[in-house]
């Protein structure tokens, strides 16, 4: 539902939104159905993973830019706004991502992502990063589908964010940060693909 009310929809750019699921049952899908009828794919994966759905959700994309946005996130009304010209405006970038902040739970308020650890250059006005750890990404799908997109065999459920990057740097497609990209982690978030594919 944040997604549907991003700011600049059939103005700015157009957007199909895709749900990936690979949960146990058919909650997600009729509720799904049921409240936003046509106006959402959905589609279901071969392999239940993290990595699946978002394979699955890529291959049905019809759009050139693709932006994978977990399920335990909330987006701002301008960030899909922020994110496409944050990819059109870096014109080196392949992939971009932004500031990760929790909501709910003892962290509130504070960044899940970036980290004091996460490496970060600044060159030409863009700020580069080492990686952008999937809670939500935009990137090309030509470039996506290069480098082989997220793998479902060692990264199904965890850290395929991680590795998707290690692989777009080597592969020569650099990622980067802009921090007026926003997104919200939610502590509480029961229907999480994280806790309900087993």
Not at 146 to 154: I, L, M, N, S, T
Not at 164 to 179: I, T
Request: charged fraction near 25%; proline fraction near 5%; glycine fraction near 10%.
């Amino acid at each position: 539902q944040f997604l549907l009310a991003s700011e600049g929809i059939g103005k700015s750019f157009d957007v199909e939104i895709i749900v990936a699921d690979s949960t146990p049952d058919e909650t997600l899908h009729t509720a799904v159905s049921t409240r936003f009828g046509p106006s959402l794919l959905y589609v279901r994966p071969e392999k239940p993973g993290i990595a699946g759905n978002k394979n699955a959700g890529a291959r049905a994309a019809k759009h050139p830019i693709l932006v994978f946005c977990d399920s335990d996130m909330e987006v701002e009304r301008n960030t899909l706004g922020k994110a496409i010209d944050t990819l059109k405006t870096h014109e080196t970038a392949a992939g971009a991502g932004g500031a990760v902040v929790w909501r709910g739970g003892q962290h509130e308020g504070e960044y899940d992502r970036p980290r004091p650890e996460d490496r970060m250059k600044i060159i030409g006005g863009s700020m580069y990063t080492e990686a952008i750890y999937s809670r939500f990404f935009i990137t090309y799908k030509e470039v996506f589908l290069a480098v082989g997109g997220y793998d479902e065999v060692a990264f199904n459920m965890r850290g395929e964010g991680s590795d998707l990057s290690a692989r777009y740097w080597r592969a020569g497609f650099p990622l980067v940060y802009d921090n007026e990209i926003i997104v919200h982690h939610v502590h509480e978030a029961p229907y999480s693909a994280a806790l309900r594919v087993p």
